[in-house]
């Protein structure tokens, strides 16, 4: 069986998760550990960043050369279309997708995780340890503020990004203007890319992550609750329902859970 190395919480990971029950493939998903698991993971692959998919003997990096090799090795349901143009168009659309909604959508969590301990906790898979949810909940979000600041998120970079995404969101709407998907009457790796990276911005509805049931259709508020967007996540949610795989048994913790993800 395939294997994928993984975060839960990773758009990149969830955009392999898509496409390999896009192509009706079963796979078994392995949880990295920050730290000591990137450095395993390292030690069998050459690099520490998810998502890792593992073939056999063979070890792919990269959500983009992995959506290469499946169609490479496993053809049925094509991820990038044969005629050249449209192959060409896809391309450009997923590498437009990865640059832009998963570099923004990434600063936009990370400023609402430093400013909320509680749905830091929420964040974290169903299955984490409670002393571990108390750790990370505890965490000062002035500590984790002066990190985003050491790592280039300072508040103007944040709101430009959420400025950013709503213009995507705006191009991408108008994008499916009169077409079912992206690039035409099929979907294509274009479609599922901004379908799943758009995660962080508006988890999806239905039981596809292993997070509690009170997060799904939450987001960022000035984006998930923007009537504005409602095509876009209609869309999105589609894509969802016609191709991703619930996952079976998840049942929510005791305790509340925020809304949405305020950011100021």
């Known amino acids: 069986m395939l294997e994928l190395y993984q975060w839960e919480l990773s758009q990149f990971s969830e955009k392999v998760r898509l496409l ?9 998903k392995i949880e990295v550990a920050p730290g000591i698991g990137q450095l ?47 192959g060409a168009l896809t391309l450009l659309l997923e590498d437009w997708a990865d640059e832009s909604i998963g570099v923004k959508g990434r600063k936009a969590l990370f400023a609402a995780i430093s400013q909320d301990q509680s749905f830091r906790k929420s964040l974290l898979p169903i299955s984490t340890p ?8 505890g965490v000062p979000g002035d500590f984790l503020s002066a990190l985003g600041f050491g790592v280039g998120f300072t508040p103007d970079v944040v709101n430009a990004a959420v400025t950013s995404l709503k213009q995507d969101l705006d191009i991408i709407t108008q994008l499916l203007v009169g077409s079912p998907y ?7 790796l274009a479609d599922l890319t901004v379908a799943s990276l758009s995660m962080l911005l508006k988890f999806p509805e239905g039981a596809y992550l292993d997070l509690p049931v009170s997060l799904r259709g939450k987001g960022l508020s000035s984006i998930a609750n923007n009537p504005d967007y409602e095509a876009f996540f209609a869309w999105r949610d589609r894509i969802y329902s016609q191709f991703r795989k619930p996952l079976p048994g998840i049942t929510p913790p005791v305790g509340n859970s925020p809304t949405s993800i305020q950011i100021d």
């Not at 390999?20 to 078994?28: I, S, T, V």
């Not at 390292?42 to 792919?60: A, E, H, S």
């Not at 992206?182 to 294509?188: S, Y």
Request: proline letters at 8%.
């Open 130 to 137: 409670d002393i571990l949810r108390s750790v990370v909940e």
């Open 40 to 86: 395993e993971l390292f030690r069998l692959t050459g690099q520490k960043q998810v998502p890792v998919l593992k073939d056999g003997n063979r070890y792919i990096a990269d959500s983009t050369e992995i959506a290469k090799y499946l169609d490479s090795e496993y053809p049925d349901y094509p991820l990038i279309p044969i005629d050249p143009k449209k």
């Open 20 to 28: 390999l029950d896009y192509k009706r493939l079963e796979y078994r």
């Open 182 to 188: 992206l690039t035409g009457d099929e979907p294509t």
